[in-house]
């Protein structure tokens, strides 16, 4: 029996017993195309329309403006790159605004739009990794065609006030893109209480399947397509549907809208576990926000005075604990990533920072014991560490 125990699940999560059984059909007896008008097809077609129907309740948003999509990344490159299509294709202001916290995912198309001669603003966060929307009201200019703004980071678990920033840009009438990835069965994810143009979702973020993900796109809002093909998801997103992830997201979603107050109360039980231990602890300190209210539930980040995040990892790893990172090793230079980079950490601290996500097949019981051996890993590392890193400090 594997004991190891995976506080990792804001990389990925386990695919529920129940999704996988619901997806199984599908890649069997129920093999239709949904494009295809024959019994095989309208089957097939049905439950593409219960997957949508089920996503749209997670959302409080209607079926049509769901779009299932190849993943997280795919959903954001086209909200941004799509949208950037549409706004050049009417001429409208080649200016976008984003944060320097942002995943790859939409640093990635926001570089590619700098690159085609696009103006693009990364805006700052406080230290505790906040967008202040005075900040993004103040960088709106009449050129402005497309903001993008992550509703919770990944890294440091920092839940942006996404509904205000949404308001600032719907106020200038500019289209706004959030990434959502990270948020579900963590926060609610209400459409009508957040005004955005578009959102991403993932679906191995929340216990479906890798390879599938999805893009809201408000009623009325234009994006143009990014490939072309047999006119799927309504053009945006062509190509026959991969009904068996799709058939996994759909109920994964359902199963987190159903569950999402039970859920968001174990993980900040368990959150609390880590907080609770790890932060008594000398040189370990908490990144992102520091009040509660502000973090996702489950998420914890720190950071290690003087520590080496990657050799933190391996350690727990050792010891069956499996967390994740915030430096990274490049042609043997470590650098911090650009999110602890941005929100200011001081140099003695930027390489030693952790991150440790709690998930639904997690438990207290678990948690506590986790807590206690990575308390032991890192007061051990505080007795043994040299302080400084010469070549930082
Ligand atoms: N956005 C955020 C905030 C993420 O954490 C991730 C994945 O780590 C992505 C986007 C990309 O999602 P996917 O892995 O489905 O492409």
């Not at 069997?28 to 024959?38: A, D, L, R, V």
């Not at 109360?265 to 880590?274: N, P, T």
Request: hydrophobic share 40%; proline share 6%; with cysteine.
């Amino acid at each position: 029996m594997n004991t190891s125990i995976y506080l990792d699940n804001s990389a990925t999560t386990q695919v529920r017993p129940e999704v996988v059984e619901a997806m199984v059909p599908y890649l069997g007896k129920i093999w239709g195309n949904p494009s295809s008008i024959h019994q095989f097809g309208r089957q097939a077609a049905e439950a593409l329309s219960s997957a949508r129907q089920q996503v749209a309740q997670l959302l409080n948003c209607l079926p049509e403006e769901i779009y299932f999509s190849p993943c997280g990344t795919y959903s954001n490159n086209t909200a941004i790159v799509g949208r950037a299509r549409y706004v050049e294709a009417n001429r409208l202001g080649r200016h976008m605004i984003t944060s320097a916290i942002e995943h790859p995912a939409v640093l990635g198309p926001a570089r590619h739009l700098e690159a085609q001669g696009w103006d693009v603003t990364y805006l700052p966060v406080s230290s505790q990794g906040i967008v202040n929307p005075e900040d993004l009201r103040r960088s709106i200019s009449s050129n402005t065609s497309i903001i993008s703004i992550m509703w919770a980071n990944n890294e440091i678990g920092t839940v942006q006030p996404v509904a205000q920033l949404a308001q600032v840009a719907n106020a200038a009438g500019v289209y706004f893109h959030t990434d959502a990835v990270q948020c579900v069965g963590k926060l609610p994810l209400d459409m009508t209480a957040v005004p955005a143009s578009s959102l991403s979702l993932s679906g191995h973020k929340f216990h479906a399947p890798k390879g599938i993900g999805v893009l809201y796109v408000r009623q009325g809002v234009n994006l143009m397509p990014l490939v072309w093909g047999g006119g799927q998801e309504q053009g945006l997103f062509p190509g026959t549907e991969a009904l068996p992830n799709i058939v996994g997201i759909g109920l994964a979603a359902q199963l987190a809208t159903q569950e999402l107050d039970g859920n968001m109360s174990s993980l900040r039980q368990m959150q609390q576990v880590f907080l609770d231990e790890l932060l008594s602890v000398p040189g370990v300190r908490l990144t992102g926000a520091q009040d509660i209210e502000h973090r996702l539930p489950g998420h914890v980040s720190l950071s290690i005075e003087g520590g080496d995040g990657e050799a933190l990892v391996l350690k727990a790893d050792l010891k069956g604990i499996c967390i994740s990172a915030g430096s990274a090793c490049h042609k043997g230079v470590k650098s911090p990533s650009h999110i602890i980079s941005a929100i200011g950490l001081p140099a003695r601290d930027a390489l030693g920072t952790v991150r440790i996500s709690a998930g639904r097949f997690n438990t207290t019981v678990e948690c506590q014991r986790a807590a206690r051996s990575l308390a032991s890993i890192l007061s051990n590392l505080n007795s043994n560490t040299p302080k400084a890193c010469p070549s930082l400090s």
